[in-house]
């Protein structure tokens, strides 16, 4: 017996926690009734499980794609302004897959998609702080305090960003590449954190989770992810708080002219 939000994330459907939220918003019936109550337990094999009114198919083999995802697709897997689709980008899978998380329509780079509801869940979840590095061109040249301020958090909607890595990487006449890691996964999180300390994004690309990176994955292919490829998702500690070191300074200073 399993869990039933584990049940449909199993099944390819969603994330175990888009799985949850159907069962909260009455979406889900088991054997004929709808379940709201959280971590019923249930025998896919033996029960007849609905979602949205639909039988739940047995559990597919996983499959893990890693997409270089081009400017002007969306993530999400309908649009109602009819624009571009990232599975339509797929040859020869046969399987119903869905993207790990989301990707701006005007940003590329590395994209997962897989049916596997768990790993999904275990990707997005902010307990696990899986980075994720872009390559953003910034209009400017930032200065070493703008980069202190994105790497130390800026607030983003009265909230302020977790500590993030940023490298900068070149600077030319009018513009700057920085690689730029983050754990969150808030809307537009590089464009806002680039766009707060004066230097908008020109242009944005993904080029790793954790130390799985695009490589030269050419734009709009796609290749099958194996175990090692990953694992490497998951080999990375979270980027550390640089905050720390500036508060013990004045401390210390202080204490000398006791
Ligand atoms: N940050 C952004 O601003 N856009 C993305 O697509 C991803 C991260």
């Not at 910034?138 to 909607?157: C, D, F, H, W």
Request: positive net charge; contains cysteine; charged residues 30%.
């Amino acid at each position: 017996m399993l869990r039933l939000q584990k049940v449909i994330a199993q099944a390819g459907i969603c994330s175990r926690r888009a799985a949850e939220e159907l069962i909260a918003a009455g979406k889900v019936q088991v054997d004929g009734e709808v379940v709201t109550a959280m971590g019923m337990k249930v025998d896919p094999a033996v029960q007849q499980i609905l979602v949205r009114g639909k039988p739940l198919a047995l559990a597919e083999k996983k499959i893990y794609i890693f997409l270089h995802k081009p400017v002007g697709y969306v993530t999400t897997l309908n649009d109602p302004q009819g624009r571009p689709i990232v599975t339509s980008l797929l040859r020869d899978v046969d399987a119903r897959v869905f993207p790990v998380g989301r990707l701006d329509y005007d940003t590329s780079g590395a994209l997962l998609l897989t049916n596997d509801g768990d790993l999904a869940q275990r990707i997005q979840h902010p307990s696990f702080e899986i980075p994720k590095t872009y390559e953003a061109r910034v209009k400017g040249k930032p200065s070493p305090k703008a980069i202190r301020q994105l790497e130390q958090g800026v607030l983003i909607e009265g909230r302020r960003t977790a500590p993030a890595r940023v490298v900068l990487r070149k600077a030319a006449n009018r513009s700057t590449i920085l690689e730029i890691t983050i754990h969150e996964g808030r809307k537009r999180q590089v464009r806002k954190m680039c766009e707060f300390v004066g230097h908008p994004v020109i242009e944005l690309c993904r080029i790793a989770y954790g130390r799985l990176r695009l490589g030269n994955l050419p734009s709009g292919h796609s290749r099958m992810l194996d175990s090692a490829d990953i694992a490497r998702i998951f080999s990375v500690k979270r980027v550390a708080s640089k905050k720390k070191k500036s508060w013990k300074r004045p401390t210390a200073a202080k204490n000398k002219h006791k």
